[in-house]
Nanobody, 115 residues
Framework: QVQLVESGGGLVQPGGSLRLSCAASGFPFSWYDMRWYRQAPGKERELVAFISSSGGSTNYADSVKGRFTISRDNVKKTVYLQMNSLTPEDTAVYYC????????WGKGTLVTVSS
């Protein structure tokens, strides 16, 4: 069965950096596009970043463009989100997503940006 396990969240000061990881299993990882979403308290879940199956194409929400970088390692079956210049507005639970006939989600990892 499809499993997505996020890690790497935590508490970071404004201006700091974090690198999130999402380990995937249960499906042919290299065949599928991957996405990172986030959900802030009291807000709807929003798409943050997209990466194509080969890693050759990426897209970002305007709010994170130039600060976040999505990447993947198809041998390790892992997708990453490098987050730099973090602000309190980036505080959210971050989720890894794959669409394979239906949407699959991990349990998320909490990122808190606060001084």
């Amino acid at each position: 069965q499809v499993q997505l396990v996020e890690s790497g969240g935590g508490l970071v000061q404004p201006g700091g950096s974090l690198r999130l990881s999402c380990a995937a299993s249960g499906f042919p990882f290299s065949w599928y596009d991957m996405r990172w979403y986030r959900q802030a308290p009291g807000k709807e879940r929003e798409l943050v970043a997209f990466i194509s199956s080969s890693g050759g194409s990426t897209n970002y929400a305007d709010s994170v463009k130039g600060r976040f970088t999505i990447s993947r390692d198809n041998v390790k079956k892992t997708v990453y989100l490098q987050m730099n210049s973090l602000t309190p507005e980036d505080t959210a639970v971050y989720y890894c997503n794959v669409h394979r006939n239906m949407d699959y989600w991990g349990k998320g990892t909490l990122v808190t940006v606060s001084s």
